[in-house]
C-alpha cells in the first residue's frame, strides 16, 4: 500500500492510525541503511517553498519539495545551499526526484562540508511528525537561536526513524560569481593528504580539497577549489599555486570545468556503475593514506582533505575488519542486499552511546513504526 | 523568578554528602563552608542568588565522574559550571545542589595544525583557546563578548555566538567532539577530530542543553588559520529602516562581512558619552568588517560602499589603518561598560529575521515609553541576533520587575515576528517561563524526552530551560519535597 499525504494534518493521522510500520520516502533516491519492510510513506505531496527571504539569508521548505526546485529558486536569486548536497543516484543507480527532506534525513553534504559545514550545520529549524502521530517544531528560522534543545541536529540525519520531517528551514549564502581549481599531478596518497592539509591550513578558504588516485587521464591528481568575487580569487589561485611550486601545478579558470570536476568528484563519479560494495569512511584527514592502504580498495577516492574516503571493495567484504583499531568511521553506502544483512550498514557505537541512540528513538517512535531497524547495527 | 523549594532531607544529609564527595577529590576541592560557597550564589544574572549546598572543583574527567556518580547515588542535583558568566542564570545554584565548577581543568591536551583541531579540558576560557594556537597563525573562531572570562564548557552548554558567526557560525558549527560524563559517572566519548561519522547527531543535541544532558569535560574543536587582515568601515543613517534595508542589500549583494554591528541613538549617545570614540550622532550606526588580503578588502568594500552610498549615509568612514580601525570598534565594544556607567541594565538577546528589524526597533521604542524604562539597542544585524539594553535602578522599588516585564515583552515581540527568545544567551532561568510562548506543550514535551534519555532522574540542572511547571512532574527534586 502506498501513502502520500498532502498536509502535515493528514500525515500526523496517518502515522497516528498506524497499524504496522512505515517505510518512510523521498524521492526514493538514497536507498541506503538495512531495508526496511512496511507500507510505503510518501512525503511528495508536502511540496512548496513557504518563504525565501534573500536578504535574511533564510529559506523556509515543505520537505518532499524537489531539491532541484528549490536550487533553482535560490539561484535565481545569486544564492545556494552552501553544503553542496551530492546527488546519489549515480552512484546507487536509482532513479526519481532528490528532495529537501531527503537531503536532512540523511545529512547529505558535499566537497565544500570541510570548509561551509554539513547540511546540519545550515539547518535553522525543523516541523515533523513523530512516531506517536504529533506534530512537533524545533528551532526556527533565524540563524542565531539557542532556545530550547537544538532538536534540529537531531533530526538531521536521523533518516526518518524519530519523525517524518514535514518542514525545514535553512540558512543560504550567496554563490560566488567566480571560482577556480588548483589541480596538481601525480602525487602519492600521503602527499595529496599533507599537500591538502597545507592548502586547508592556509589563509586562502579553500572549498574543496579532494584527491583522485586514478584520474580521467589515468593518473593521481589533487584538486583544490578556491570560490568568491573574481579579483579575489585570481590572487587566491596564484598564491595557492606559489605554495606548491615545487609540484607539477595547473590553475583552472574556467567556471564551467570547474563546476563539473566538483561534481564528479561530489557524485563519486569514478564508482558509479561499477560492480561491488560502496563504503564512505570518515577520519581525521592524517589517518587517510594508512587507513587507505589497509583497505586495499578496487577504487578510492579522497574527498574533505583527506577526511573522507570513498572506497570500492568486493561485494560483502568487511571493510570495517580491514581497517582494524586504526579506526575510522565506516558506512555501507552502496550494499546488496546481502552485504547490508551481514554487515552494520552504519559504523556500530560503543555500548553508552547505542544506548542513549536507543533511549531517543524509543521516545520519539515507542512503537517502532518509522523506518524500524534502518540504522541497526 | 520562582526556583523550586529545597528538598529538606538533601540538607538534612549535608555532612554525609560533603564526606562522601571528600573521599573521592582533593581536600582542597570541596568547599562546604558557606562563607565560600557564598562565591557560587550567583553567575551574571546577579538579580538572582542562592547559595549551594557545596562545591566541588575536580582537575579530571575521572574526578568529575566520581563526584556526579555520588551525587546521583544520593539524589544531589549537580549544576555544572564554567566561569559563572551567564546571562541566563544557567549556573545559579539552589540550596540543595552540588556546584561543580570545572575552573580547575583549563589545561590543552593536544594541538593538531595539520588537522586543524585543538583539544581541552573544558575549564579553558574561550580566549586562551585562540591563545593557545595563535603563534601558529591559527584561532578558534566563536567570539562571545565574554571571551576574556567564558570557559569553553559554558560555550558549549548555552551553544555561544559571537560578533563574528555571520561568516563562522556558532560553537555548534565548530565543535568537533566531547567526552562527557553522564549524571550516573558514565563516562563517554562522541565525535572527534574526524566529521559526520553518521547515526544519531548526539553531539548536536548536547551542544546548547545548558549542562542538563552531562558535564563536558574535553571539547576537540575546529581551529582556523587566521585571515590576512579585516578591515570595518562605519556608516550612518538617519533612521533605523534606512540602515536595516542597508543590511539587507550588502547581503543580497553576495558580500558576506564577517560582522554587521549595529547601534541605534540611545546607544550612540551613550556609548559617545562614555568612550569618546568619535562616532557621528544619528538614528543609527552600522559598523561593517570583511577578511582577506588588502586587495580583496578592497574589493569587497568598494561593493559595501557603494551600496551604502545608495542610501544616503550621513557618514562613511573607512579605516586607512589598525588605528583607525580600533577606533570604529571601541564604541561598540564598550557600549555595554557605557550602559553599566548609566545605570543598572538587563541584557536580552532575542533573534528575529532580519527583514522585521525596522518594525521591532520601532515597536521596542514605543514599549520602552510605555513602561517608562529607556532602553539602547546594539547588536548582531547580520544575522538578526539583538541586544537590548533596558536600563533601570536596581535600588528602586519595582524597578526590576518592571525591567522583567518589559523584557519578557520585548522578547514575547521577538517570537510574534518569527523570531526566538534567545539567540546565543540561552534560557536558563531567565527565560524559562516565557518557553511557553515560543513552543506548544508537544515541542516541549519532544525536547524534555531528550533529557530523560540521558538524565532519567533529572539531577542536572534541573530547574532550568523548561518552565516549572512542564518539567515539575519530572524532576524527582520536586517530587522529593511533594
Not at chain 2, 43 to 50: E, G, I, K, P, V
Given at each position: 500500500?502506498?501513502?502520500k ?22 524521492g526514493?533516491?538514497r ?26 539569508l533564510?529559506?523556509?521548505v ?80 533565524v ?5 530550547g ?14 519523525g517524518?520531517l ?37 589563509p586562502?578558504?579553500?572549498?574543496g ?58 557524485d ?5 556503475g ?33 577526511g ?6 568486493p561485494?560483502g ?16 553506502v ?44 | ?68 556518580r ?5 539524589g ?16 545559579l ?10 575552573a ?8 593538531d ?47 555561544s ?20 560524563v ?60 534606512v540602515?536595516?534595508?542597508?543590511v ?12 554587521i ?5 540611545p ?18 550606526l ?25 542610501h ?7 579605516a ?40 521591532v526597533?520601532?515597536?521596542i521604542g ?18 538578526g ?15 526590576l ?6 523584557g ?8 510574534e515576528v ?9 534560557v ?5 517561563d ?49
Open positions: 500500500m502506498k501513502m499525504p498532502e498536509t502535515e494534518a493528514e500525515l500526523a493521522e496517518i502515522i497516528a492510525g498506524a497499524s504496522g510500520p512505515f517505510h518512510i520516502r523521498g526514493g533516491t536507498s541506503i541503511g538495512k531495508p526496511v519492510t512496511g507500507a510505503v510513506l510518501e512525503t511528495g505531496g508536502l511540496s512548496g517553498i513557504t518563504l525565501y527571504e534573500p536578504g535574511a533564510t529559506v523556509v515543505k520537505a518532499g519539495s524537489p531539491l532541484a526546485e528549490v536550487e533553482a529558486a535560490l539561484e535565481a536569486e545569486g544564492q545556494r545551499l552552501p553544503f553542496e548536497p551530492m546527488d546519489y543516484r549515480g552512484l546507487l543507480g536509482t532513479s526519481g526526484t532528490p528532495t529537501v527532506g531527503g537531503v536532512v534525513a540523511a545529512n547529505v553534504s558535499g566537497p565544500r562540508r570541510v570548509q561551509a559545514g554539513a547540511c546540519r550545520d545550515f539547518m535553522l529549524g525543523v516541523r515533523f511528525v513523530d512516531g506517536t502521530g504529533q506534530i512537533v517544531k524545533n528551532g526556527g528560522r540563524m542565531k537561536n539557542v532556545t534543545y537544538d532538536l534540529v541536529k537531531l533530526m538531521t540525519g536521523s533518516w526518518g526513524t524519530l517524518v514535514t518542514e525545514v528551514s535553512l540558512k543560504v549564502l550567496p554563490k560566488p560569481d567566480s571560482a577556480a581549481c588548483i589541480l596538481i599531478d601525480s602525487l602519492s596518497v600521503a602527499n595529496a593528504v599533507g599537500a591538502m592539509s597545507k592548502a586547508l591550513a592556509s586562502f578558504e579553500v572549498t580539497a579532494a584527491h583522485v588516485p586514478v584520474g580521467l587521464d589515468g593518473h593521481p591528481v589533487t584538486m583544490l577549489r578556491i570560490e568568491g568575487f573574481a579579483g579575489s580569487v585570481d590572487y587566491r589561485a596564484g598564491q595557492l599555486a606559489a605554495l606548491f611550486s615545487d609540484h607539477a601545478v595547473r590553475v583552472e579558470h574556467d567556471a564551467a570545468k570547474v563546476a563539473e570536476g566538483w561534481a564528479w568528484v561530489r563519486v563519479a569514478p564508482m558509479q561499477t560492480a561491488g560494495d560502496v563504503w564512505r569512511i570518515s577520519c581525521k584527514p592524517s589517518d587517510a593514506p594508512a587507513l587507505a592502504d589497509r583497505l586495499d580498495a578496487d577504487k578510492l577516492l579522497f574527498d574533505w582533505g583527506g573522507l574516503i570513498w572506497a570500492l571493495l561485494e567484504t568487511d571493510a570495517r575488519a580491514r581497517l582494524g583499531a586504526l579506526g575510522g568511521h565506516a558506512t555501507l552502496r550494499g546488496s542486499d546481502a552485504s547490508r544483512a551481514a554487515l552494520p550498514v552504519f559504523q556500530p557505537e560503543p555500548a553508552p552511546l547505542a544506548a542513549l541512540t536507543a533511549g531517543i528513538r524509543a521516545r520519539f517512535d515507542p512503537r517502532g513504526v518509522l523506518n524500524p531497524g534502518l540504522m541497526d547495527a | 523568578m520562582q526556583m523550586p523549594k529545597p528538598d529538606a532531607s538533601i540538607l538534612a544529609r549535608k555532612a554525609r554528602i560533603v564526606e562522601r564527595l571528600r573521599k573521592v577529590l582533593p581536600a582542597d576541592a570541596v568547599i562546604d563552608d558557606e562563607a565560600e560557597t557564598r562565591a557560587y550564589e550567583c553567575d551574571a544574572l546577579t538579580a538572582y542568588r542562592c547559595p549551594p549546598l557545596a562545591v566541588v572543583l575536580p582537575s579530571t574527567t575521572e574526578e568529575v565522574s566520581k563526584v556526579l555520588v551525587c546521583w547515588e544520593e544531589v542535583p549537580v549544576v555544572p559550571r564554567g566561569s559563572g558568566t551567564s546571562l541566563a542564570g544557567g549556573a545554584p539552589t540550596a540543595d545542589s552540588v556546584i561543580l565548577g570545572v580547575r581543568m583549563n589545561e590543552v591536551l593536544e594541538t595544525y595539520d588537522n586543524r583541531f585543538i583539544r581541552v579540558q573544558t575549564g579553558r576560557t574561550n580566549l586562551s583557546v585562540t591563545g593557545a594556537v595563535e603563534e601558529h597563525d591559527f584561532f578558534y573562531a566563536p567570539d562571545p563578548s565574554s571571551q576574556l572570562a567564558c570557559a569553553i564548557a559554558g560555550n558549549i552548554a548555552m551553544n555566538g559571537g560578533a563574528h558567526c555571520l561568516k563562522y557560525g556558532v560553537t555548534t558549527n565548530n565543535l568537533l567532539g566531547v567526552t562527557m553522564q549524571m550516573d559517572g558514565t563516562v563517554v566519548e562522541i565525535g572527534g577530530a574526524h566529521l559526520d561519522s553518521g547515526g544519531l547527531d548526539l553531539l548536536g543535541v548536547i551542544c546548547g542543553s545548558e549542562g542538563q544532558l552531562g558535564v563536558v569535560t574535553e571539547a576537540t574543536l575546529r581551529i582556523l588559520r587566521k585571515p590576512e587582515g579585516a578591515r570595518p568601515v562605519l556608516m550612518g543613517f538617519d533612521s533605523n529602516e540602515a536595516g534595508a542597508c539587507s542589500d550588502i547581503i543580497k549583494a553576495g558580500v558576506l562581512p564577517v560582522a554591528e549595529f547601534m541605534d541613538r546607544c550612540i549617545e551613550a556609548t559617545e558619552a562614555f568612550a569618546k570614540a568619535g562616532y557621528p550622532m544619528c538614528e543609527a552600522l559598523i561593517v568588517e570583511v577578511e582577506g588580503s588588502p586587495a580583496e578588502i578592497d574589493e569587497q568594500l568598494g561593493l559595501i560602499l557603494q551600496i551604502a552610498r545608495r544616503n549615509p550621513v557618514e562613511l568612514r573607512e586607512k589603518d589598525a588605528d583607525e580601525a580600533g577606533r570604529i570598534w571601541l564604541g561598540r565594544k564598550s557600549a555595554f561598560g557605557a550602559m553599566g556607567q548609566i545605570n543598572d541594565y538587563m541584557c536580552l538577546d532575542g533573534t528575529i529575521p532580519v527583514s522585521e528589524l525596522p518594525y526597533l520601532k515597536r514605543e514599549m520602552s515609553k510605555e513602561y517608562g524604562l529607556d532602553v539602547a539597542n546594539v547588536f548582531h544585524a547580520g544575522d541576533n539583538m541586544h537590548p539594553l533596558i536600563l533601570f535602578d536596581a535600588n528602586k522599588p519595582g524597578d520587575e518592571r525591567c522583567e516585564a518589559l519578557a515583552d520585548i522578547l514575547r515581540l521577538c517570537v518569527g523570531g526566538c527568545l534567545t539567540g546565543e544567551h540561552g536558563g532561568i531567565e527565560k524559562r516565557l518557553m511557553v510562548d515560543q513552543y506548544a506543550p508537544a515541542d516541549l514535551e519532544a525536547q524534555m524526552a531528550v533529557k530523560d534519555v540521558f538524565d532519567p532522574k533529572w539531577l542536572l540542572n534541573p530547574a532550568k530551560v523548561f518552565p516549572l511547571a512542564a518539567s515539575e512532574s519530572r524532576r524527582s527534586i520536586a517530587l522529593a519535597a511533594e
